[in-house]
Structures are given as structure tokens and as C-alpha cells.
């Protein structure tokens, strides 16, 4: 049992994580789990580390180059491990790892594990409970199974640059990829459903299995309205800018002192937008008065809707829409959204001591429980942090042996 400080209402109290990803996707997906109260070891490559721990700047404070704010972002709740599996003893170890462990999160390229003998077919012989999480760009199957696949390739080979970016006759018209690594995040959760799913097997039958996310699969599987546009009618989307191509208004207006977001979505709240802007006749107009026919007329509403709106700043406007019931808000920077007393009252920003590098912060779990609520219990780790307290509480080494094995450079 893991020493962890995990609160006895964790919902994955008990649970061991062996976490061989890095990057985005499955360390994201690592930490979703450490969130709801798993004893998650981060495996990382002696003398290699997790690589995004690089991938700056920006830095933090006083860690340039070695310690990015990219890392922090999704390695909360871990212990992290430095181990050269690569050597024969190094290979041992993770197998030992994994024979106590419950789920093994890994995103190497297919086969890369085998190679040292820690695939799942190797691994489910001495843990046939094991659940076995794979994350490839493009799944363990199919002609593309054995490229290498990111995040900012896949926003494009999947559609999503497609539907992404001003439409062709504006300036600046062309695809544009989202500003964050949003498929890498979807292909998190989707690891993170996975293993659940896989728990609840596991809980009737008592059995592991393999479970198989592609980054490519992920894209896929939230094109919704565009792939069904598609599928069901024959009709591309194509890029809308800010305007949503089966809806409006909806998109960015301008008030006297700056823009914000207006965003109607079905004829009640267009009624209701209306009257909030003392424009009732707009309820009746055959041109406003359905959510096709404002589709058709978009240019005509845009326009009335932004001459509606001079006379007044932007925060008399949102306070006057939001009592309406018309959904509306500013366009926030990350600033802003510290500073806003919802996030702050959703306890959003999750503040964290680390030994090294002192405060650590992130954003929060996406969830609330009532009755199991997500913990926050260790600070993103430095590479190897936990390595001599892992091999102790886990495998019940010696020092004596855990010293072997640092001499002899497997770990770190």
C-alpha cells in the first residue's frame, strides 16, 4: 500500500498507476487518475526524462532549462521514478513495478516495449489483472499504426483545421490550428475512460485487458456536427471564424469600450436577446424569427445586432443580457480568469508546495464529487524525485540494493 497522504474517500483509493508516458495526452490522463486518489508512479527514462520537462520557455523560476511550466501543467499527484529500462535490470524492475501495480499507462510507439519484454502480452503473464492503457497517434491496428503522430498534425489530418480558421474571401482566410494541444487533451480523457471501463471488467470478471487510444480516433470522435454535416448530408462545413455555421447571432460583437460574446443558440433566447436590447418587433421579423432563417439572413442580424448594442459599455451590457438569460461574457485572458471570482469560487487554481522549486500552480480537475471529492497531494515531481522511496515501499528493497542498482546505472 502506498504511503501517499490519499484521503480515505478517494474514489481510486488503493490503486497503483505505472505511468511510461510523457508529453500531453497520457500524462494527462496519469494525473486525472493521481486527481481521484491513485498512487501514480512516473516512470521516466534515466538521463532522459519526461521531454516535455524541456519545452520551454517559459521556465520556472529559478529551473531555466531544466524545468518547464509546460510539465506542470499535467504531472500533479505522481511520484516520478528514473529508470534505463533499455538494461536488462532496468527492464526487471518494471516488470517488478508492474506485477504490484493495477493499470500501466504507456504511449511508445508500437512495439517499442516488447523490445525489452514489457508489452502486454508479456506483462499479463505475471499480472493477468493488469490494465493495459496503449496512446499512439494512430491506434495499434491500420496502415498508419506505425507513424508518429502530434498533437498539431493530427488537428489537421483529423478536420479539425478544416472547420478551424477564417473562411475562404476574408482576410487572413485559411486553417488554423487551436491554440492548445486539444487533441492531445481529448485523447487524455479518452485514456481515462478507458481505464474506468476496463476497472469495472476488471470488477466483474477479475480479468485486465488491453486498452487501444489513438490521438487520430479522439479527433475523430468529436468532429460531431462537422462529421455528421458530412456523413448524414453531403455538406462540408468548412472554416466559420467566430460565426457558428448552424447558429447566430453567435459569435464576438463590439460594445462602446470592447468586444464580447453573444451567443444565442435556439429561438427562446433569441426572444429574449430582443427585448434585452428593446428590440421586441425582431421576435416577429420572418427574417429573425427561426434559427434557419437567421442562418440566411446572418449578415442582416450581425449588423442589427451590433448597432443595438452602441451607446452602452460592455460590462452594462453583460450584466443587463446575463439577467436576461442571454448567454453572454467577455473574452478573458488567463489574468482574467485568476482573478474571477467564479474560478476562485470553484477552487479552479490548485496552489502547491514543492521542496525545490516552491510554489507549483495548476488548474484544477474538471469534476466536483460530493461524495468522494478529487485530492491534491503532491506537486509535479523532478525526475527520479521518489525513485529510493519507490523501490522501498513497493518491491521492499534494501539499500544495499537500491544502491547496486544506482551503481550500476539503471536508476537514477
Given at each position: 500500500?502506498?504511503?501517499?497522504?490519499?484521503?480515505?474517500?478517494?474514489p481510486?483509493?488503493?490503486?497503483?498507476?505505472?505511468?511510461?508516458?510523457?508529453?500531453?495526452?497520457?500524462?494527462?490522463?496519469?494525473?486525472?487518475?493521481?486527481?481521484?486518489?491513485?498512487?501514480?508512479?512516473?516512470?521516466?527514462?534515466?538521463?532522459?526524462g519526461?521531454?516535455?520537462r524541456?519545452?520551454?520557455?517559459?521556465?520556472?523560476?529559478n529551473?531555466?532549462g531544466?524545468?518547464?511550466?509546460?510539465?506542470?501543467a499535467?504531472?500533479?499527484n505522481?511520484?516520478?521514478?528514473?529508470?534505463?529500462?533499455?538494461h536488462?535490470?532496468?527492464?526487471?524492475?518494471?516488470?517488478?513495478?508492474?506485477?504490484e501495480?493495477?493499470?500501466?499507462?504507456?504511449?511508445?510507439?508500437?512495439?517499442?516495449?516488447?523490445?525489452?519484454?514489457?508489452?502486454?502480452e508479456k506483462?499479463?503473464?505475471?499480472?493477468?489483472?493488469l490494465?493495459?492503457?496503449?496512446?499512439?497517434?494512430?491506434?495499434?491496428?491500420g496502415?498508419?499504426?506505425?507513424r508518429?503522430?502530434?498533437?498539431?498534425?493530427?488537428?489537421?489530418?483529423?478536420?479539425?483545421?478544416?472547420?478551424?480558421?477564417l473562411?475562404?474571401?476574408?482576410?487572413?482566410?485559411?486553417?488554423i490550428?487551436?491554440?492548445?494541444?486539444?487533441?492531445?487533451?481529448?485523447?487524455?480523457?479518452n485514456?481515462t475512460?478507458?481505464?474506468?471501463?476496463?476497472l469495472?471488467?476488471?470488477?466483474?470478471?477479475?480479468?485486465?485487458?488491453?486498452?487501444?487510444?489513438a490521438?487520430?480516433?479522439?479527433?475523430?470522435?468529436?468532429?460531431?456536427?462537422?462529421a455528421s454535416?458530412?456523413?448524414?448530408?453531403?455538406?462540408l462545413?468548412?472554416?466559420?471564424?467566430?460565426?457558428?455555421?448552424?447558429?447566430?447571432?453567435?459569435?464576438?460583437?463590439?460594445?462602446?469600450?470592447?468586444?464580447?460574446?453573444?451567443?444565442?443558440?435556439?429561438?427562446?433566447?433569441?426572444?429574449?436577446?430582443?427585448?434585452?436590447?428593446?428590440?421586441p418587433?425582431?421576435?416577429?421579423?420572418?427574417?429573425?424569427?427561426?434559427?434557419?432563417?437567421?442562418?440566411?439572413h446572418r449578415?442582416?442580424?450581425?449588423a442589427?445586432?451590433t448597432?443595438?448594442?452602441?451607446?452602452?459599455?460592455?460590462?452594462?451590457?453583460?450584466?443587463l443580457?446575463?439577467?436576461?438569460?442571454?448567454?453572454?461574457?467577455?473574452?478573458?485572458?488567463?489574468?482574467?480568469?485568476?482573478?474571477?471570482?467564479?474560478?476562485?469560487?470553484?477552487?479552479?487554481?490548485v496552489e502547491?508546495?514543492?521542496?525545490?522549486?516552491?510554489?507549483?500552480?495548476?488548474?484544477?480537475?474538471?469534476?466536483?464529487l460530493?461524495?468522494s471529492?478529487?485530492s491534491?497531494?503532491?506537486a509535479?515531481?523532478l525526475?527520479g524525485?521518489h525513485?529510493?522511496?519507490?523501490?522501498?515501499?513497493v518491491?521492499?528493497m534494501?539499500?544495499?540494493?537500491?544502491?547496486r542498482?544506482?551503481?550500476?546505472?539503471?536508476?537514477g
Amino acid at each position: 500500500m502506498s504511503t501517499s497522504p490519499t484521503p480515505e474517500a478517494a474514489p481510486l483509493r488503493g490503486l497503483r498507476v505505472l505511468d511510461m508516458t510523457r508529453v500531453v495526452a497520457g500524462p494527462l490522463a496519469g494525473q486525472i487518475l493521481g486527481d481521484l486518489g491513485a498512487d501514480v508512479i512516473k516512470v521516466e527514462r534515466k538521463g532522459v526524462g519526461d521531454e516535455s520537462r524541456l519545452v520551454g520557455p517559459p521556465w520556472m523560476p529559478n529551473r531555466e532549462g531544466e524545468e518547464s511550466t509546460y510539465f506542470q501543467a499535467v504531472n500533479r499527484n505522481k511520484r516520478s521514478i528514473a529508470i534505463d529500462f533499455a538494461h536488462p535490470r532496468g527492464a526487471e524492475v518494471i516488470r517488478s513495478l508492474a506485477r504490484e501495480s493495477d493499470i500501466l499507462l504507456e504511449n511508445h510507439r508500437p512495439g517499442t516495449l516488447d523490445r525489452y519484454g514489457l508489452g502486454y502480452e508479456k506483462l499479463r503473464e505475471i499480472n493477468p489483472r493488469l490494465i493495459f492503457c496503449s496512446l499512439t497517434g494512430f491506434g495499434q491496428t491500420g496502415p498508419y499504426a506505425d507513424r508518429s503522430g502530434y498533437d498539431y498534425l493530427i488537428q489537421g489530418m483529423g478536420g479539425l483545421m478544416s472547420v478551424t480558421g477564417l473562411p475562404d474571401g476574408e482576410e487572413g482566410a485559411g486553417p488554423i490550428r487551436v491554440g492548445i494541444p486539444i487533441v492531445d487533451i481529448v485523447a487524455g480523457l479518452n485514456l481515462t475512460i478507458g481505464v474506468l471501463a476496463a476497472l469495472q471488467h476488471r470488477n466483474l470478471t477479475g480479468e485486465g485487458q488491453a486498452v487501444d487510444v489513438a490521438l487520430l480516433d479522439s479527433e475523430l470522435s468529436v468532429m460531431l456536427n462537422a462529421a455528421s454535416s458530412w456523413l448524414n448530408s453531403g455538406q462540408l462545413l468548412g472554416r466559420s471564424g467566430n460565426d457558428h455555421p448552424s447558429a447566430t447571432p453567435y459569435g464576438i460583437f463590439d460594445a462602446d469600450d470592447g468586444q464580447m460574446i453573444i451567443a444565442i443558440f435556439n429561438d427562446r433566447e433569441f426572444v429574449r436577446l430582443a427585448h434585452a436590447l428593446d428590440r421586441p418587433e425582431w421576435a416577429e421579423d420572418p427574417r429573425f424569427r427561426t434559427g434557419g432563417a437567421r442562418v440566411a439572413h446572418r449578415a442582416e442580424i450581425k449588423a442589427a445586432v451590433t448597432s443595438a448594442l452602441k451607446g452602452r459599455p460592455r460590462g452594462e451590457w453583460m450584466e443587463l443580457l446575463n439577467a436576461a438569460k442571454v448567454s453572454c461574457g467577455p473574452i478573458n485572458d488567463m489574468a482574467d480568469i485568476v482573478a474571477d471570482p467564479h474560478t476562485q469560487a470553484r477552487g479552479m487554481v490548485v496552489e502547491q508546495e514543492h521542496p525545490v522549486m516552491g510554489k507549483v500552480r495548476s488548474m484544477g480537475a474538471g469534476f466536483k464529487l460530493s461524495g468522494s471529492p478529487v485530492s491534491y497531494r503532491y506537486a509535479p515531481p523532478l525526475a527520479g524525485e521518489h525513485s529510493h522511496e519507490i523501490l522501498r515501499e513497493v518491491l521492499g528493497m534494501s539499500d544495499e540494493e537500491i544502491k547496486r542498482d544506482v551503481e550500476a546505472d539503471v536508476v537514477g
